[in-house]
């Protein structure tokens, strides 16, 4: 069974440091004006992994949102065991250090801490995500986990 999962990930976007998350040249490519604000951009559709990246300019704030779509083999428990099964982050998910729960409010619901590596040359980064999710139901056809 081919399961979709689909992240939704708002992030402030650092344009003035020094240790940008990424280069000018990319930043200028996500500012050009024939791309309109506030819709999502497809910047990577991987056909071989099933992944498919977006891209979005927050009108009015200093965040950039993220989607990241793919598609994976096995079950919907299978999966989930996966996606929390926080301790084993680092084999289950590239470049991943460490991550942790930080506070559970509910079962659809919680706080978690990770590192990841950034490329050479650059410090590790870490980031505190709220996470929400919606369970699959046969209504919608599909279970969301939203981090922000």
Known sequence: MKITQKLLISGLLLASSQTAFAARD??????????????????????????????????????????IEYEVEGTLDTISRVSFDFPNYKR?????????????????????????????????RDVVLHATIQPYSVKTGYALMTLE
């Open 26 to 67: 990319e930043l200028d490519e996500l500012r050009q004006s024939g791309i309109a604000a506030d819709e999502w951009q497809l910047i990577r559709n991987d056909k071989r992994h099933s992944i498919m990246q977006y891209v979005k300019r927050d009108l009015g704030k200093t965040l950039r949102s993220f989607k």
């Open 92 to 124: 289950w998910y590239y470049q991943i250090k460490e991550a942790k729960v930080l506070k559970k409010v509910s079962d659809r619901e919680f706080y978690y801490y990770q590192i990841h590596q950034a490329p050479a040359t650059l410090p590790d």
